[in-house]
């Protein structure tokens, strides 16, 4: 069975830092994509990053949504099927849900996911991130 289990959200003031990990569980295949989309309430989904595992190389594909670069990271513990999502000042418009989700090696690569975030496959519950002014 394989699961995503995302953590690392919480409360924290403008200008702070997260840092969110989302652990794959039982993975299979050896080449996959996951990535985060947020969701704040009332409003649709938000691609936010997203990598793809690609054993033939030493790191996969790494990308963040424009509007995020320079903020936000994310990276990769290939060994241990972990990826992290480190966010800095952070600002009250970046509170929402987190979501880590499963998306194909292309659909990342290629940006699919930032121009529809619907195409992530989320896995599991959120993890909320709230940043006050």
């Known amino acids: 069975q394989v699961n995503l289990v995302p953590s690392g959200g919480g409360s924290v003031q403008a200008g702070g830092s997260l840092r969110l990990a989302c652990e794959v569980v039982?993975?299979?295949?050896?080449?996959?994509?996951v990535g985060w989309y947020r969701q704040a309430p009332g409003k649709g989904r938000e691609g936010v990053a997203c990598i793809d595992f690609n054993p033939e190389s030493i790191d996969g594909s790494m990308s963040v949504a424009d509007s995020l670069k320079g903020r936000f990271t994310i990276s990769q513990d290939k060994a241990n099927n972990t990826l992290y999502l480190q966010m800095n000042s952070l600002q009250p418009e970046d509170s929402g849900m987190y979501y880590c989700a499963f998306a194909r090696p292309r659909e990342c690569s290629e940006g699919y996911v930032y121009k529809d975030p619907s195409i992530f496959r989320p896995w599991g519950q959120g993890t909320q991130v709230t940043v006050s002014s």
């Open positions: 039982g993975i299979t295949y050896s080449y996959y994509a």
